[in-house]
C-alpha cells in the first residue's frame, strides 16, 4: 500500500515549507538542504508568514510541519491535520459558537484539508494564541498556535496546505517540559518524512 494518497500531486519545485520556530527543526532541515520558512508563534504571526512566502514563492503547496500537544494521540505520533479549527475564538456572550468569527462570511469556523499521506493518522486540530494545558472549548484531538491561520491565508489564496505535526507532549500541566524535551526527536522525525517527498 502507497505512503502516499491518490492526490499526492506536489512538485516540489512549486512547494514551500513554513515551521513556526527554528527550535522545531533543530537545524536538521537547513543540514540537508532544505530552505525553511519560520512564521514564529501565534495566528498573527503565522499569516503573515504565510502571505508573505506564498506572495514570495508562488507556491501552489504549502507544507507545515511543526509540533502540537494532545491527549487523544500518544507521544511521538505523526499526525496529519484534516481540519483546522479556532479553539480561542469565543464571542458567544453575542451569540455566535464557540469557534466562529462573525460576519466573516467567506469561510467557516473549521477549514478542512485535503489527506495526503494515507500512512498517517488523521486529526482535527485547534489553533488558538495560548499553550494550551487543559480541555479546549472546541472540539479536536491535538492544538497547535499556528496552523489555522497557515489554513486560512491558503484557502484564500487558493493554496493547497499540507500540514503534519509530532506530537509532543499531552496538552497538560507537564506540557511545556515534554514540549523542550521532545522537539530534537520531533526534527528527526518530521525530517525523515519530507524527504519522502523528494
Not at 50 to 69: D, M, P, R
Not at 122 to 145: R, Y
Not at 155 to 166: A, N
Request: glycine share 8%; hydrophobic share 40%; charged share 25%.
Amino acid at each position: 500500500m502507497s505512503r502516499f494518497s491518490q492526490s499526492r500531486v506536489v512538485c516540489m519545485s512549486d512547494s514551500a515549507l513554513i515551521m513556526a520556530l527554528a527550535s522545531e527543526s533543530k537545524g536538521l532541515f537547513e543540514a540537508d538542504g532544505v530552505e525553511v520558512h519560520y512564521s514564529g508563534i501565534g495566528k498573527v504571526n503565522a499569516a503573515f508568514k504565510a502571505f508573505e512566502v506564498i506572495q514570495k514563492t508562488g507556491c501552489k503547496t504549502l507544507i507545515n510541519l511543526g509540533t502540537a500537544g494532545s491527549s487523544h494521540f500518544k507521544a511521538h505520533e505523526l499526525v496529519e491535520v484534516k481540519r483546522f479549527v479556532q479553539r480561542d475564538m469565543d464571542v458567544s456572550p453575542l451569540g455566535f459558537k464557540v469557534g466562529i468569527t462573525p460576519m466573516d462570511d467567506h469561510l467557516p469556523g473549521a477549514i478542512d484539508l485535503e489527506p495526503f499521506f494515507a500512512h498517517l493518522p488523521k486529526g482535527i486540530c485547534g489553533t488558538g494564541d495560548s499553550f494550551e494545558t487543559g480541555l479546549p472549548k472546541v472540539a479536536c484531538q491535538l492544538v497547535d498556535m499556528e496552523g489555522y491561520a497557515l489554513a486560512k491565508v491558503c484557502r484564500k489564496l487558493d493554496v493547497r496546505l499540507i500540514s503534519v505535526k509530532y506530537i509532543t507532549d499531552g496538552a497538560d500541566d507537564s506540557a511545556h517540559l515534554d514540549w523542550e524535551e521532545n522537539l530534537l526527536l520531533g526534527a528527526q522525525k518530521l525530517l525523515n518524512l519530507y524527504q519522502t517527498l523528494k
